[in-house]
């Protein structure tokens, strides 16, 4: 299993000189797994992606999308996805159906003529909708298992297992006893900071569906403090995903989905600061923040 990230932002892509190192591209992540090609998301990253497949396959393209969910910064890139433009190639897209569209209606309404010159039924390729809620399915000879994350509106959360090898795409997600009613106050900042967070039924069934993953994902969009004032807007704070790693056993955790206002050198920082964590737990788990272009074999 190949793992390859082509957009690690979140919200809004973020270019300019201070986000250089780890760039500016939303959400999108590309595994290969043996012949099958999974894309997680279609964040402006995407973009980039179909310009390296168009030199990479000289016959025709097969790809399966696997939708997180539909905010725009994990849609927004599939107008640009050029491969979607040539004849011939086939693309699936597996997603949950939207709070108030479709599947389909969705990847349709961003590129109706209000908001966009080429209408997605002008683009040539084959797509096929596939519409998933939580539970297994396989695409190919890859286990895929989803599961409901705690994110406004409706998200899914992936596990892909595929040879005894495990990847897990958390994208977007809240720690779900802060968001319920317990954030407020000075207790949340107290038990973070002095390493004892606690766990709702949400975030203990997640540390089950990632258990023992060989490489992790995970929302880590804002340091705790910033959390105080962004509480239910369903992302998490770096803490929460290191403890999800530790608990869950995981080999790699990589720290994705930065804040549009993050610059490289506040990623490094949530870096290091996570790995003062880890090595207080003295326990082995490898951390680091994602970067476009980092790639890693399973
Ligand atoms: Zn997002
Ligand atoms: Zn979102």
Redesign the pocket.
């Known amino acids: 299993m190949r793992v390859k990230f082509w957009g690690v932002r979140g919200s809004i892509p973020s270019p300019g000189q201070g986000t250089v190192r780890y760039g500016g591209n939303t959400a999108c992540v590309e595994v290969n797994c043996g012949d099958t090609l999974i894309i997680l998301d279609a964040g402006s990253g995407i973009r980039l992606l179909g310009n390296d497949l168009l030199r990479r396959f000289q016959s025709p393209i097969q790809a399966h999308l696997l939708m997180s969910?539909f905010?725009w910064?994990?849609i927004q890139g599939f107008p640009f996805f050029v491969p979607a433009f040539i004849p011939g190639n086939k693309f699936t897209i597996h997603g949950c159906e939207g709070m108030i569209q479709p599947l389909q209606n969705i990847f349709e309404g961003q590129m109706v003529p209000d908001y966009f010159p080429i209408s997605f039924q002008e683009m040539p390729a084959e797509k096929t909708f596939n519409r998933i809620s939580e539970g297994d399915f396989k695409i190919n000879d890859v286990k895929i298992s989803a599961r409901y994350l705690n994110?406004?509106?409706i998200?899914l959360g992936y596990r892909l297992e595929h040879q005894g090898k495990v990847f897990c795409f958390i994208s977007?997600n809240e720690p779900h006893y802060y968001s319920s009613g317990n954030g407020a106050g000075a207790n949340l900042l107290e038990e973070v900071r002095s390493g004892a967070m606690k766990l709702g039924p949400m975030d203990e069934a997640l540390i089950e569906f990632i258990e023992g993953a060989n490489l992790l994902v995970h929302d880590s969009q804002y340091s705790v403090e910033e959390y105080v004032a962004k509480i239910g807007w369903?992302h998490s704070f770096f803490q929460f995903p290191v403890e999800l790693g530790v608990l869950g056993e995981v080999q790699r955790l990589l720290l994705f989905h930065h804040d549009p206002m993050r610059n490289d050198d506040m990623v490094d920082r949530m870096g290091a600061d996570c790995n003062a964590l880890i090595s207080q737990k003295n326990i082995a788990l490898r951390c680091q923040p994602a970067a476009e272009g980092m790639e890693f074999e399973l």
Do not use: F, S
């Open positions: 969910h905010h910064d994990h994110h406004p509106g998200a977007d369903g």
